[in-house]
């Protein structure tokens, strides 16, 4: 019983299963044949031909592949330039940066070495600045002791500088207006104090027994008009005092900074001989202080001032200044990459071996350490504008 052809119960419904048809295959067509077309009609080749036929094959062949390996050839040869020029192209890369590298290395370098020598540069400048600021500081507090010792030396003496007095007022005036101030004050102040202590020493030495006469050094006075004013009284009366009264008034001259000396010039004649030759010594210096500017020259004048400083070094012998400097240089050398630079400073100590002439104009170190430095090839450089005691100079290195 077949069972294909029966429907098959679901619980839908019913569905009925159909066969596939077969499908038919086809007879391939074939041309109607003539008699002479047939396999069996057909005549064989001669072998002459064949031979023709396969030359003919052969030699289309032998073209096409010719044809091949030419093109074949020639891709290769345009292949093998583009390599090269990649290659090249490569290269050329590779060498632009490598000198790329090095110019930046070699700017590093100097980038660096210019750092290091602005850095030195700067260390020396501060150097400079250190040892200036000292040295001012180191003039400023020797000008002023000296300035010191000056008003105490003139201080005791004013009675005994008046004659000179004109000349001094007319040389004090150059000087700075506080200091002529204090010194007219301190001599009002002594002047009258002075007089004081004159009308108490008349008295007291009339009052007082006559001493014992004593063999003392006294100096006399630079001048007629420096003579004290018991002297001076004593000629308008016409009863000129003895020496030893003239002395014990000089022994009773005053002091500034103690008054109550003349009270105590007459306990005893051992005091008095000390005090006279006390007062012998002081006034021997200051008769020296007195009378050493009339042995310095007159002050010239400014047209005399502008005397080239050449004309003034030549009056000294030079080659004994440049031996006597030669010992005394006191220089730093550093460089760069062009010059060499050379900072000189010359000694203050060795100024006052110097004759007067050579310390009155301070250009002079200068040009003399120039002739000296400049017969070695240096050249003077003011670049760090120095003091007339510090010097810079140069030398251009030979060419490496």
């Known amino acids: 019983m077949d ?50 036929r396969k030359q003919q094959l052969r ?20 292949l093998n330039l583009l390599r090269q020029q990649k290659e090249q192209l490569l290269l050329q890369e590779q060498e632009l940066l490598y000198q790329r590298e090095r110019t930046l290395q070699q700017a590093e370098k100097e980038k660096q070495k210019l750092l290091k020598e602005e850095m030195l540069l700067e260390q020396e400048e501060q150097r400079l600045q250190r040892e200036k600021r000292r040295v001012l500081e180191r003039e400023l507090q020797e000008l002023q002791e000296a300035q010191l010792r000056r008003q105490t030396a003139r201080v005791p003496q004013a009675s005994l500088q008046a004659p000179t007095r004109k ?58 008009a420096s003579a004290s004013p018991t002297r001076k ?42 005090q006279v030759e006390r007062q012998n010594d002081t006034t021997r210096q200051l008769k020296a202080e007195i009378e050493q500017p009339s042995q310095q020259p007159e002050e010239k004048n400014q047209d005399e001032d502008e ?42 100590k060795l100024l006052p071996e110097l004759p007067p002439e050579y310390r009155q104009y301070p250009e002079e170190p200068r040009i003399l350490t120039l002739r000296l430095l400049s017969e070695e090839g240096w050249e003077h450089y003011d670049r760090h504008d120095p003091e007339p005691r510090t010097l810079m100079f140069r030398k251009r290195k030979p060419y490496e």
């Not at 005036?173 to 108490?200: F, G, M, P």
Request: hydrophobic share 20%; aromatic share 4%.
């Open 233 to 274: 009284r004593a000629r308008d009366t016409g009863d000129e005092p003895s020496d030893e009264k003239v002395s014990r008034a000089r022994i009773q001259a005053p002091d500034p900074n103690d008054a109550p000396v003349a009270s105590t010039a007459t306990t005893g004649s051992n005091q008095q001989y000390q």
């Open 167 to 224: 000349r001094s007022r007319s040389v004090e005036e150059e000087d700075l207006s506080d200091e002529k101030v204090s010194r007219a004050r301190i001599e009002q102040d002594q002047k009258r104090a002075q007089e004081a202590t004159d009308q108490h020493v008349q008295t007291k030495v009339e009052q007082s027994s006559p001493l014992p006469p004593l063999q003392l050094q006294t100096t006399p006075s630079p001048s007629k």
């Open 307 to 348: 005397v080239k400083v050449e004309d003034k070094c030549n009056k000294f012998p030079v080659d004994e200044l440049c031996k006597l400097y030669a010992s005394h240089y006191h220089y730093n050398e550093y460089e760069d990459t062009k010059y060499k630079y050379c900072l000189v400073t010359l000694p203050k």
């Open 3 to 52: 069972t294909r052809r029966q429907p098959l119960q679901r619980e839908r419904g019913v569905a009925q299963r159909r066969p596939h048809p077969q499908p038919q295959l086809r007879q391939p067509v074939q041309p109607a044949q003539s008699p002479t077309q047939s396999p069996r009609h057909r005549e064989p080749l001669s072998p002459r031909t064949l031979q023709i």
């Open 59 to 78: 030699s289309r062949f032998n073209e096409q592949a010719l044809q091949q390996l030419e093109q074949q050839a020639k891709h290769r040869q345009e």
